[in-house]
């Protein structure tokens, strides 16, 4: 197996929104250092931005503070935050927005000149090039980047991550990036569970479907910390194409209504002690409805009138074409007929909800040399991308700091025999287990056993305590995926962090005894929020010589 061995001053896992940014803020703040991006895919279209964005979700408009916006999160995540991550997203979250504006990226305005908000706390975008913008702005650095590389383990020495590992697609490489720090950007975790779409289908998901928690999985692996796996997203979206609601919901002003016709919300989040519809209650609701025979649900979208509905059209093709395209073949008119919604599977992410690494404010994981930004950072729900960009810009600012007393340690030779030997095995195993099977039978267990679709994303114990036995079972006969090429060996090593994942998520989903975030986090054995006594964050440190995962709790102000 060929090796490409590479020294850098900091290496970025992942070439998403968040990595790119965080490239192009080390060259702001310290132009001779050395740079690596690590990215599984080509920085030009990868993440879960890859198609692009009509709206930044996370902007303070007039009116709007950082102690307000701390506020919103923390209601709508049921009292559970980290205060201290949220707050200091917030403070940049404006000067992040204009840094980008600033590179390219278009941001429409009013007659006055100021951004066309598209509620409290988002404005309107023309972001359907928001990653090739990025792209090119990095393109212009001193930057490295590696596209089509995949990030395998982390390069650990025990105490200190000292760079990582990674496997080329095209090439078969085994790279190995010697780095004074470690910034991992790469993305939450789609694919664990069983997707609505089947078949050639299956990839039409709500969430990148080639994020599968890779970021999350290297450092489980190594022992870090991780926190919040039970705060699962799922969300509401466009049926089938899995466009998002928000667009419809929040930007066209639309009703969410039953068969009969109903605005059904209200009856629900007030029976759930609220007197505000948090996003959550949206998704509950929907799925209730239908339960009781009075779906499907849909958007209300025949009040538009003909701006409206190009107005809608625009936003849609500035992130998610697939509808438009719909419409356009069945000769659809959203003005006529109302736009039919629904649940997907539940996604692990950091962004929308909070599963992540557990940082300190600095962007510190647990293990030194190893920092963590967007949706691989835990705590800080709401975030969306201009959140991860302020993630980001921490994380530089820490790590660049850090490095400065550093040195590149030397590698283990067998260390990096032991990792070329485990990432190529697939190809040497005839027959064997695809990681299409593994991956099939991951998602049934999840579906079946830990809330997926099938079961309303509902959960109890004995069905958990049977999840937990499977994955362990399934996580040994990894040992027999096999591979037919290059592209093969990394959709096995996809299995295998997925289910690193998975395992970590339904320790977590065991472990909190209570119902706190409706759909998200249902439990029929306990469906009731107990805030005298689940006020607290559930975290999780993984043990790779005993291969048990140990579950701690923090106090919600570390």
Same mark, same amino acid.
């Given at each position: 197996? @060929?090796?490409?061995?590479?020294?850098?001053?900091?290496?970025?896992?992942?070439?998403? #929104?968040?990595?790119?940014?965080?490239a192009l803020d080390i060259y702001k703040k310290s132009p001779h250092a050395k740079v690596v991006v690590m990215e599984k895919a080509h920085i030009e279209r990868s993440g879960c931005l890859a198609m692009g964005l009509n709206a930044i979700n996370a902007y303070l408009n007039e009116g709007q503070t950082a102690e307000s916006y701390v506020s919103y999160v923390e209601r709508?995540? !049921?009292?559970?935050?980290? @205060?201290?991550? &949220?707050?200091?997203?917030?403070?940049?979250?404006?000067?992040? =927005?204009?840094?980008? !504006?600033?590179?390219?990226?278009?941001?429409?305005?009013?007659k006055e000149g100021v951004y066309r908000h598209r509620g409290k706390r988002s404005v309107h975008i023309f972001g359907e090039r928001l990653k090739p913008i990025l792209a090119e702005a990095v393109s212009q650095t001193? *930057? /490295? =980047?590696?596209?089509? =590389?995949?990030?395998?383990?982390?390069?650990?020495?025990?105490?200190?991550?000292?760079?990582?590992?990674?496997?080329?697609?095209?090439?078969? #490489?085994?790279? &190995?990036?010697?780095?004074?720090?470690?910034?991992? %950007?790469?993305?939450?975790?789609?694919?664990?569970? @069983?997707?609505?779409?089947?078949?050639? *289908?299956?990839?039409?998901?709500?969430?990148?479907?080639?994020?599968?928690?890779t970021g999350y999985a290297m450092g489980i692996r190594i022992g870090a910390e991780m926190t919040s796996f039970e705060n699962r997203f799922i969300a509401l979206r466009v049926k089938d194409v899995n466009a998002p609601t928000g667009t419809i919901a929040v930007g066209a002003h639309s009703k969410q209504i039953n068969v009969r016709g109903e605005d059904y919300l209200e009856?629900?989040?007030?029976?759930?002690g609220g007197n505000k519809c948090l996003t959550h209650h949206r998704l509950f609701a929907t799925l209730e409805e239908t339960k009781a025979g009075?779906?499907? %649900?849909?958007?209300?979208?025949?009040?538009?009138?003909?701006?409206?509905? +190009?107005?809608?059209?625009?936003?849609?093709?500035n992130m998610n074409p697939q509808i438009v395209l719909l419409w356009a073949s069945k000769g659809m008119d959203p003005g006529l007929k109302p736009v039919e919604i629904q649940g997907t599977e539940p996604f692990v992410v950091g962004g929308h909800c909070q599963a992540g690494y557990w940082i300190d404010k600095h962007r510190k994981t647990t293990i030194d040399g190893l920092y963590a930004a967007g949706e691989v950072a835990g705590g800080a729900p709401k975030k969306y991308v201009s959140g991860s960009w302020v993630e980001a810009r921490i994380a530089v600012a820490t790590a660049l700091e850090d490095i400065k007393e550093i040195s590149l340690e030397n590698v283990d030779e067998g260390m990096v025999h032991n990792?070329?030997?485990?990432?190529?095995?697939?190809?040497?195993? $005839?027959?064997?287990?695809?990681?299409?099977?593994? /991956? !099939?039978?991951?998602? +049934? &267990?999840?579906?079946?056993?830990?809330?997926?679709?099938?079961?309303?994303?509902?959960?109890?114990?004995?069905?958990?305590?049977?999840?937990?036995?499977?994955?362990?079972?399934? $996580?040994?006969?990894? /040992?027999?995926?096999?591979?037919v090429n290059n592209y093969n060996v990394v959709e096995a090593l996809e299995c295998i962090d997925r289910i690193d994942v998975a395992r970590v998520l339904v320790e977590h989903l065991i472990y909190r005894k209570e119902t706190r975030w409706s759909c998200y986090q249902t439990r029929l054995d306990y469906p009731n929020k107990d805030d005298s006594r689940w006020l607290t964050f559930v975290n999780s440190v993984y043990n790779p010589d005993t291969d048990e995962i140990r579950m701690v709790e923090r106090p919600l102000n570390p």
């Open positions: 197996m @060929k090796t490409i061995r590479l020294d850098t001053d900091i290496l970025i896992i992942g070439g998403g #929104a968040a990595g790119c940014f965080a709508e995540f !049921e009292g559970i935050i980290r @205060k201290d991550l &949220v707050y200091t997203i917030a403070q940049g979250l404006n000067e992040a =927005v204009h840094d980008v !504006e600033a590179i390219g990226l278009p941001i429409e305005r009013n001193p *930057a /490295q =980047v590696l596209n089509r =590389v995949t990030a395998t383990n982390f390069i650990y020495n025990g105490k200190r991550v000292c760079g990582a590992f990674g496997y080329g697609a095209r090439d078969g #490489a085994l790279y &190995v990036v010697r780095a004074k720090g470690v910034i991992v %950007c790469t993305g939450g975790a789609s694919g664990i569970y @069983k997707p609505h779409n089947t078949g050639g *289908a299956r990839h039409l998901i709500w969430y990148c479907p080639w994020n599968v928690g009856r629900y989040y007030k029976h759930l009075r779906g499907p %649900c849909y958007l209300d979208t025949t009040t538009l009138d003909d701006d409206g509905e +190009k107005r809608l059209k625009e936003d849609f093709l990792e070329g030997a485990r990432v190529t095995a697939p190809l040497t195993r $005839k027959p064997g287990i695809s990681p299409h099977e593994a /991956q !099939e039978r991951l998602q +049934k &267990v999840m579906d079946e056993y830990a809330g997926g679709i099938s079961m309303n994303y509902e959960l109890h114990e004995e069905r958990l305590l049977e999840a937990r036995q499977q994955l362990k079972r399934l $996580k040994e006969r990894t /040992q027999d995926l096999a591979a």
